[in-house]
């Protein structure tokens, strides 16, 4: 079967780094994708990444290792705003997507 | 503004209605899906279509039907509403092809819930 696994809840302290790591086993493999969601809203698309390495986007980095199955998102200078659940998800043989249940942030001051 | 939008926002319906959800994009975008979202579990996906006149079915399509007539609109319709039913609905789409990340974007959700 296919299986994305994320922790379930993290907190972390405002102005602090928090990484969020994503483990999956899949058929097949064409793409690793984070998104945020705010409560009560949709998600946004934050990263995506299809070669092993690292992907940096402004505060937020994803990184990617295809022989272990496992990503994680990178937030560096946590603000409050960056409450919110984020989605890791994994675009398999078929090109549809297969998505984690998702990792609650909760950042305090 | 170039989006997706989704309506209703929200409903309550009786078991055993008929009830349509509508999901509208201005993007152009070929390929267009719907989720639904329940706590502790990740987004589902119910139906796809990868272009206009094409559907397919998702990991969890019973009870739900699709249409595609056109590239802007992809309506979700249950049949005959179960409670099991009630959950956070999401209309998405993305452009496709094999190549590039081909990111999906998504309404704002249809809250429903089936009493």
């Known amino acids: 079967g296919q299986n994305i696994d994320q922790p379930t809840e993290m907190t972390a302290t405002e102005g602090a780094i928090v990484q969020i790591n994503c483990t999956y086993q899949t058929s097949g493999f064409n793409g690793l994708f984070w998104y945020q969601q705010h409560a009560g809203e949709a998600p946004t698309f934050l990263s995506y990444?299809?070669l092993d390495g690292l992907e940096e986007k402004g505060r937020f980095s994803s990184f990617l290792s295809r022989s272990k199955g496992y990503s994680y998102l990178l937030l560096k200078e946590l603000q409050m705003k960056d409450s919110a659940s984020y989605l890791c998800a994994v675009r398999d043989s078929n090109y549809q997507l297969i998505w984690g249940a998702g990792t609650k942030l909760i950042i305090k001051p | 503004i170039a989006g997706i939008t989704q309506a209703p926002t929200s409903q309550i319906l009786a078991a055993g209605r008929r009830m349509t959800l509508r999901c509208t994009q201005d993007?152009?975008?070929?390929?267009m899906y719907w989720y639904r979202q329940d706590l502790g579990l990740g987004l589902r996906l119910i139906h796809y279509?990868?272009?206009?006149?094409?559907?397919g079915k998702g990991e969890v399509p019973d009870g739900y039907s699709v249409s595609r007539a056109n590239t802007d609109d992809f309506p979700l319709t249950l049949a005959s509403a179960v409670p099991s039913q009630t959950s956070v609905y999401f209309c998405?789409?993305?452009?496709?092809?094999?190549?590039?990340?081909?990111?999906?974007?998504f309404g704002p959700g249809t809250r429903l819930t089936v009493l």
């Open positions: 993007m152009r975008h070929n390929a």
């Open positions: 990444n299809v």
């Open positions: 279509s990868n272009t206009a006149g094409t559907t």
């Open positions: 998405a789409s993305s452009t496709s092809g094999t190549s590039g990340p081909n990111e999906q974007f």
